[in-house]
T-cell receptor, first 116, second 115 residues
Framework: AQKITQTQPGMFVQEKEAVTLDCTYDTSDQSYGLFWYKQPSSGEMIFLIYQGSYDEQNATEGRYSLNFQKARKSANLVISASQLGDSAMYFCAMSLIYNQGGKLIFGQGTELSVKP | EAGVVQSPRYKIIEKKQPVAFWCNPISGHNTLYWYLQNLGQGPELLIRYENEEAVDDSQLPKDRFSAERLKGVDSTLKIQPAELGDSAVYLC?????????????FGPGTRLTVL
């Protein structure tokens, strides 16, 4: 069965420091996509970054980078130079096209708190 | 470009009452999703539409939940009758395609409280 696991319910980081949010996934499919979304207290899900299973290089988007280790089935999110506005819930998600029609399977989330 | 619009943002009802949620996707997005997000959990797919066709409704509790997408644009999700356990956030999302890289754009959600 396809599954996303986020083992850190909550994380604290000092402003301007880097933080890594863990994500492991389980699938037997060879073709899949991995996403990270941010959900502030206002409730909307904000897309941050995407990594395809065949992408050889780790994805980067501004201060966000995805540490993709395919053999370990991990897709950790790294946020550099944390800002107070980064405080939110962060969800890792997986998309499977051939078996699931592209629906997103989400993990349980990690609540990040950035300290001034 | 306007984002995904959902209404109402908040809804409080008593159990056994009916309730409906409305979603207007981003213009041109042919795929529409309804997700259920329980407190402290990640969203879970309820139903996915390709244009006006429901192509994945395997997780939709059909005894009390129903959904429609008229003319392949707006969508309505209904619960009748609501139960206490239905208290959650209902998220609508849309995308242009359901390929592996199908960035889904989410609305702000409707927070339902059933008393």
């Amino acid at each position: 069965a396809q599954k996303i696991t986020q083992t850190q319910p909550g994380m604290f980081v000092q402003e301007k420091e880097a933080v890594t949010l863990d994500c492991t996934y389980d699938t037997s499919d060879q073709s899949y996509g991995l996403f990270w979304y941010k959900q502030p207290s206002s409730g909307e899900m904000i897309f941050l970054i995407y990594q395809g299973s065949y992408d050889e290089q780790n994805a980067t988007e501004g201060r966000y980078s995805l540490n993709f280790q395919k053999a370990r089935k991990s897709a950790n999110l790294v946020i550099s130079a944390s800002q107070l506005g980064d405080s939110a819930m962060y969800f890792c998600a997986m998309s499977l096209i051939y078996n699931q029609g592209g629906k997103l399977i989400f993990g349980q989330g990690t609540e990040l708190s950035v300290k001034p | 470009e306007a984002g995904v619009v959902q209404s109402p943002r908040y809804k409080i009802i008593e159990k056994k009452q009916p309730v409906a949620f409305w979603c207007n996707p981003i213009s041109g997005h042919n795929t529409l999703y309804w997700y259920l997000q329980n407190l402290g959990q990640g969203p879970e797919l309820l139903i996915r539409y390709e244009n006006e066709e429901a192509v994945d409704d395997s997780q939709l509790p059909k005894d009390r939940f129903s959904a429609e997408r008229l003319k392949g644009v707006d969508s309505t999700l209904k619960i009748q009758p609501a139960e206490l356990g239905d208290s959650a956030v209902y998220l609508c999302a849309s995308s242009t395609d359901y390929g592996t890289y199908n960035e889904q754009f989410f609305g702000p959600g409707t927070r339902l409280t059933v008393l």
